[in-house]
């Protein structure tokens, strides 16, 4: 992959975290960004505990799906969802700090296919995540 595309790409997902609240809310921080591939990192916050004590599944998850989106979206061709899914392996705690790596699978000309794994800050696998984006034909940024 060039460097432009890579450009472009961190162009794409500069432009979505500062449109995108929750996942500003979710302190997520973007550390890398490729054609058809992101990696984030948050910290798990008091407030994302379910009543057991434990992170609740859909922080993972959004977490997952924030990865997801960037990898999937930053070729500048608005994609969404159409499928998803996640499995969870290790239990996650306050003070955790969670990596998601979003990889591309399978680039079609309208459809796209990711896997996401999340890591702790120990890289023990805490979950895996699966989407598959359908793609438009319209731009995120109009260059």
């Known amino acids: 992959m060039s460097s432009t595309t890579d450009q472009l790409a961190n162009k794409v997902v500069n432009h979505m975290m500062q449109e995108d609240r929750f996942s500003q809310w979710l302190g997520i921080t973007v550390l890398e960004v490729r054609e058809g591939y992101s990696r984030l990192q948050m910290t798990i916050r008091p407030e994302m505990v379910n009543g057991f004590g434990i992170v609740h599944g859909g922080v993972s998850f959004s977490l997952a799906d924030s990865a997801f989106a960037f990898a999937c979206n930053n070729r500048n061709q608005l994609s ?4 998803t899914s996640i499995n969870f392996t290790h239990p996650v705690r306050v003070g955790d ?5 979003a990889r591309e699978l399978h680039n079609g000309r309208s459809t796209g296919l990711y896997q996401v794994s ?6 023990k696998l805490v ?7 359908y793609r438009t034909d319209k731009q995120l940024i109009i260059e």
């Open 118 to 123: 999340l890591h702790n800050q120990d890289q």
């Open 127 to 133: 979950a895996q995540f699966k989407g598959l984006c």
């Open 80 to 83: 969404m969802a159409l499928d």
């Open 97 to 101: 700090q969670l990596m998601a790596e």
